[in-house]
């Protein structure tokens, strides 16, 4: 068995839900954040029987809103004015360091019922101006690339992992076989209802309750599109997650509240690790940090972890994390990635431990995975992972 190092109190996940993913101005685009993840929210509430009120602290991943998106949320979701609320930045990480921090309050004794997660609308988010440095400077917008980074049309995600392509020699026709099954997955996992129960329909209608983007794709249009960086480039928007809007949310109790509901299935979190890399190998931040959970493994093997789901930036970033991490496809991804579903920058993290717990403990299967890991990198070199277990 995994143990976990240093938790004085365990943390467990007992419900876990995510609104579908839509691109930007696209299905979510009048939605603003809080209208965007309240419904969410109150869905996992719902789920595991714990009333509003007992709900201590919210803490929400964002990257774009501003502010404390998470007080927002934590009132349009009809929560107690007197619980805590917080919102925190580690750009794409953002969510699933949401979870990890209060599983460290609960950790610490310090609540026993947290609300964590992530939620992004970048269609409703608001626009940044640089302030001109003198009168003659016309204003310009600021996009999402780092502070002092030259503007660019190219994400510098995308820009990252195309360096990875690049020093790794994954070409162009492997990148777009690795999408074309990743769409796959998705759509076996689709015709196998496997997303029933994880998505919130946020309107009675069919187009809620699926990705907006998770269409099946056409593979000699997938030949045909130009790469982002031409003329030798090899990313293309058929190989690549695009931006969306989305929201992903999680309720995790101390062991004193999952005994008290009765001990229901759930995700325990059992080692969580965080490793920065040189901003030039940020495609590396995923293998990093999974590398240093391995060593916090206590002796048992990597083999034991039956399920990784990694927010790919792109499939060059994921057939790189395949290849050093030893994973097959039935490990990696199973039922399609973000290449498939779409990015929801902050929110992403937490998306990733949703379908943790539907593979993990929402599955009906008789084999479904006692332990699987979610890993996520970010803007800047930040790479995070963590393990849980199912109990």
Known sequence: MFMSSGSVSPAYIVA???????RIGGLHRNRRIE??????VGAALEDCGIAPGRVDEVIIGNAS??????RLIALTAGLPEAAAASTIDRQCASGLDAILNAARLINLGEASVI???G???????????????????TPHFIGLEPVNSEASEVLPQLEAAEDMARALKIGRSQQDAYAIKSFLKAEQARDARRFVGEIVPLKANADEARDQSAV?????????????????GTLTAGNTSALHDGAAIVVMVSEAVWIELGKPAALKLVAGATQGVSHDREGWAPIAAVTKLYGRLNGHKPQDIGVFEVAETSAAQAIAIGDALGLDDSRLNPDGGAIVRGHPLGAS???????LFTRMVRSKAADKPRYGVAAQGAVGGMGLAALFEGV
């Open 216 to 232: 099946d794709p056409d593979p000699d249009e997938m030949q045909q599109m130009l790469p982002f960086n031409q003329p030798d």
């Open 115 to 117: 609300v964590a997660g």
């Open 16 to 22: 876990a839900r995510r609104s579908a993913l839509g």
């Open 119 to 137: 939620a992004e609308s970048l269609s409703t988010a608001p626009w940044r101006i640089a302030k001109p440095k003198s009168i003659y400077q």
């Open 349 to 355: 993290g937490a998306v990733l431990v949703v379908r």
């Open 35 to 40: 209208d965007l993840a309240a419904p969410v």
């Open 65 to 70: 809103a501003g502010g404390n998106p998470a």
